[in-house]
């Protein structure tokens, strides 16, 4: 695996001798690494307009206990994107809205009897819009919701920590090449030697990281990134498949 103290020294090489002053480097890197990270585990648009999937160890699950006087409550804090499946307080999957996902909300408004959220009762149709998760009817006793999905990658800080649900193969073509494209991007063209050099390095470690991507959605593909999950209490398998 490639640990934070790895990754900085492959990013410094480079930087540290294209610029006029890096002095400042080492207070900004770790956060630059930290936010690459959490870009790429959140879905890169790639040239062909398709945004990369979740990252299979991203996986996660959590509950949501629903309000009695509300028609939504947060996501938990740890979500980042794609959920994929809603089960109520006996583990049994409450569906998308028909014809969406769980990311249709306008879908989910048609095909509730109170378009103000105001219905009370049993839950029998959920979405996702921002950080909440809706629901209809609103229960008089709260319920136990859970929710999977894939959550944000936890962040690094010691040299010996390492990039969170990035496949130890890519960790540092991603990240390197992420972090340097948008660095020389960010600096103004007097801190380099020259404008010439800053714009190639731009465009070498932009073609390298979508070429370190391709692989990623390859890798992702061959893998079947998606878990199999199970509904109800019994041994019927189904594979839920994601919800983009």
Same mark, same amino acid.
């Given at each position: 695996?490639?640990?934070?103290?790895?990754?900085r020294?492959e990013i &410094?090489?480079?930087i540290?001798?294209?610029l006029?002053?890096?002095s400042y480097?080492?207070t900004?890197?770790? #956060? +630059?690494?930290?936010?690459?990270? #959490?870009?790429?585990?959140?879905?890169?648009?790639? @040239?062909?307009l398709?945004?990369?999937? @979740?990252l299979?160890?991203?996986?996660?699950?959590?509950?949501?206990?629903t309000?009695t006087?509300? $028609?939504y409550?947060?996501?938990?804090?740890? *979500?980042? +994107?794609?959920?994929f499946m809603? $089960?109520? =307080?006996?583990? &049994?999957?409450?569906p998308?809205?028909?014809?969406g =996902?769980?990311?249709s909300?306008?879908?989910?408004?048609?095909?509730?009897?109170d378009?103000?959220?105001?219905?009370?009762?049993?839950?029998? +149709?959920?979405?996702?819009?921002?950080?909440n998760?809706?629901?209809q009817?609103?229960?008089?006793?709260?319920k =136990?919701?859970t929710?999977?999905f894939?959550?944000?990658?936890v962040?690094?800080?010691l040299?010996?920590d390492?990039?969170d649900?990035?496949?130890e193969?890519?960790q540092?073509?991603l990240?390197?090449n *992420?972090?340097?494209r &948008?660095?020389?991007?960010d600096?103004i063209? !007097?801190?380099f030697?020259? !404008?010439?050099?800053?714009?190639?390095?731009i465009?070498?470690? =932009?073609?390298?990281?979508y070429? $370190?991507?391709?692989?990623l959605v390859?890798y992702?593909?061959?893998?079947e990134? !998606?878990?199999? *999950?199970? +509904?109800?209490?019994?041994?019927?398998f189904?594979?839920?498949?994601?919800?983009?």
């Amino acid at each position: 695996m490639a640990a934070l103290s790895d990754i900085r020294s492959e990013i &410094e090489a480079v930087i540290q001798s294209d610029l006029l002053n890096a002095s400042y480097l080492s207070t900004t890197l770790n #956060t +630059r690494i930290n936010r690459a990270i #959490t870009a790429i585990a959140g879905g890169i648009m790639m @040239p062909n307009l398709q945004l990369s999937p @979740p990252l299979p160890d991203l996986y996660s699950s959590g509950t949501v206990s629903t309000s009695t006087s509300a $028609a939504y409550k947060a996501l938990p804090a740890t *979500y980042q +994107r794609n959920v994929f499946m809603i $089960a109520d =307080d006996s583990d &049994e999957r409450i569906p998308p809205p028909p014809g969406g =996902d769980y990311y249709s909300f306008m879908l989910f408004l048609n095909s509730i009897s109170d378009k103000s959220l105001g219905e009370s009762g049993s839950i029998y +149709r959920v979405c996702i819009k921002g950080n909440n998760l809706y629901y209809q009817g609103i229960p008089t006793a709260s319920k =136990d919701l859970t929710v999977h999905f894939y959550h944000k990658p936890v962040v690094i800080s010691l040299d010996a920590d390492v990039p969170d649900g990035i496949p130890e193969f890519l960790q540092v073509k991603l990240i390197k090449n *992420y972090v340097i494209r &948008e660095f020389f991007a960010d600096q103004i063209k !007097e801190d380099f030697k020259s !404008e010439q050099l800053r714009q190639s390095r731009i465009a070498w470690h =932009d073609s390298e990281f979508y070429s $370190a991507m391709q692989d990623l959605v390859s890798y992702i593909g061959d893998n079947e990134g !998606e878990p199999v *999950y199970y +509904r109800g209490g019994n041994s019927s398998f189904q594979d839920l498949g994601v919800c983009d």
